[in-house]
């Protein structure tokens, strides 16, 4: 039987994947977004889903076999999930958490996040990322500040990361809503290949495109700055956690689920010259 999936934050670096993906398998995909876009298709139908407005869940849920729930970075996440959890609690839940969500302290949010899906899923996939590549080519990220002064900078303390692409997120997503039975009660640690620093990757960047672009190393308070406080305060911990090493410890999680070995920083550079070329 066909099964119906709804996809949360469907225009997003992951969830566009996602959406991408399940369109080649039988399944009717609602790809949720607060400003949904695009015609139906028969595999795909866009629908309103806004976490600031509840009356467009209902609509968005109904019948759904699984959702993939990209987790709103703000202070009621944890209540916001279990709410539409409970609309739908026979749905498998495939969660986009972070790396390191597990050594966090009990009641912190991004835990109450997921533990909000534990308690309310009858079936549930937990999965933390890493950083993604994909911050290089987002505007609300590093994309303007290396196609435009040249420079590649975050609070990092000189720490590497387990940089990995959303790519290789969505199709581990894509293996958990696709087999619910194998995957549920797994949580997946997710990383690229290899552990890369923020010199390293203004390397690979200046090696690619000819030209150099500078590694920086700015203040917390200049990284957060302009921000409101809450999501101030989460950056501020999550510039901590890079400097004392939480997303530098590399998983084989997507070769395992996936079968195919993820995708390193220099095939993701090489793909994206284009973003950071001026013109
Ligand atoms: N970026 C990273 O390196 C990284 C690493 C680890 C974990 N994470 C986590 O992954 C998640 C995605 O992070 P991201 O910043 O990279 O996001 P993103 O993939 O760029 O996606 C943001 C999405 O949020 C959707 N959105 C915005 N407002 C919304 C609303 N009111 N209701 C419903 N959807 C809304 C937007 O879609 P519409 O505008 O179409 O609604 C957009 O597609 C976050 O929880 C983040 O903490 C990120």
Known sequence: MT??????????KTGREVVRRLR???VVVRAGSSRPAGEPSPSVRP???????PSTWPEAVDGVDAIYLMRPDRPDAPDLAA????????AHVVLLSEQGAERMPAGHWARRVEDAVVAGAAGWTLLRPSWFHQVLTDARFYRDSIRTDRVF??????????????????????????????????????????????EEVAAELSAQ???????????????????DAWTAD?????????????FAET??????????????????????LGEWRAG
């Open 47 to 53: 629908v309103r889903f806004d976490w600031s407005d």
């Open 251 to 272: 998983s084989p999680a997507v070769a395992e689920v996936t079968g195919t070995p993820p995708v390193p920083m220099r095939a993701f550079v090489a793909e994206h």
């Open 153 to 198: 900078g975050l609070p990092s303390g000189g720490a590497p990361i387990a940089w990995v692409d959303a790519r290789d997120i969505a199709a581990v997503a894509v293996a958990a809503l696709g087999d619910p039975g194998r995957h549920h009660a797994r949580a997946y640690t997710l990383t690229g290949p290899a552990v890369l620093t923020v």
């Open 234 to 246: 989460l950056y501020a911990e999550v510039f901590d956690r890079v400097r004392r090493g939480d």
């Open 24 to 26: 080649h398998a039988d």
């Open 209 to 227: 495109l000819g030209q150099p672009v500078r590694a920086d190393d700015p203040p917390v308070r200049q990284a957060i700055e302009g921000l």
């Open 3 to 12: 099964r119906t999936v709804l996809v949360t934050g469907a225009r997003g």
């Open 83 to 90: 709410r539409l959890v409970g609309l739908r609690p026979t």
